[in-house]
């Protein structure tokens, strides 16, 4: 990931094309580990192409990545071990919602009303 932020740190300095040497003068500013095989590999899938449509397409394929479902399965372990004690909610479940009715400001110990 250091790379890649070394990359596109250079890309946005106005570097359409950083060279190694670049990345590592980058990585090497703030004291992380040079690793030449990492660049080198970075360097050449990105070669020839523009940084920009390689975002778009990569929030494309991000966005088929499905998200959530993780959770289903830890709900059904708890609840299936029957030795927690307290039974865990449905995964589908809403949780129900206290409703907290605020006290309305009273009248009564003034004396009187602004509308009698």
Known sequence: MKVIAAY?????GGNTSPSADDLKYILGSVGADLEDDRIELL??????KDITKLIASGREKLAS???GGGGAAIAVAASAGGSG???APAVGE????EKVEEKEESDEDMGFSLFD
């Open 94 to 97: 809403p949780k129900k919602e």
């Open 43 to 48: 360097l050449s899938e990105v070669r020839g």
């Open 85 to 87: 004690g307290g039974a």
């Open 65 to 67: 990545v499905p998200a």
């Open 8 to 12: 596109l740190l250079a890309v946005l």
